[in-house]
Nanobody
């Protein structure tokens, strides 16, 4: 099991930026696809971005060009840089670890770790 500790959430105005961090521990980290899943109240859970152990990245269409996911394997940490934030980005953001990136992209399947969530609020 991978343990995940998230930080970096907060409240920003539209057009602002946030950088989320997820520190992972556990022997399975290096073999996991890491990513972010979000859920707003009353909305379906949706995959945001994912990155494979070799650095291949995946994004949902609505965040392409605005969000960048990266991972520092030496620090066992994954990041999500969020620029040009929109009100519709408001949600709880969860760091996730899974054997396959398809799991994170689809926001369903087998996970090896799941963060507690960090709130991102975009409003005037």
């Amino acid at each position: 099991q991978v343990q995940l500790v998230e930080s970096g959430g907060g409240s920003v105005q539209p057009g602002g930026s946030l950088r989320l961090s997820c520190a992972a521990s556990g022997y399975s980290y290096s073999s996991n696809c890491m990513g972010w899943v979000r859920q707003a109240p009353g909305k379906a859970r949706e995959g945001v971005a994912a990155i494979s152990p070799h650095g291949f990245t995946y994004y949902r269409d609505s965040v392409k060009g605005r969000f960048t996911i990266s991972r520092d394997n030496a620090k066992n940490t994954v990041y999500l840089q969020m620029n040009s934030l929109k009100p519709e980005d408001t949600a709880m953001y969860y760091c996730a670890a899974a054997p396959r990136c398809a799991t994170v992209v689809a926001a369903e399947g087998e996970y090896n770790g799941w963060g507690q969530g960090t709130q991102v609020t975009v409003s005037s």
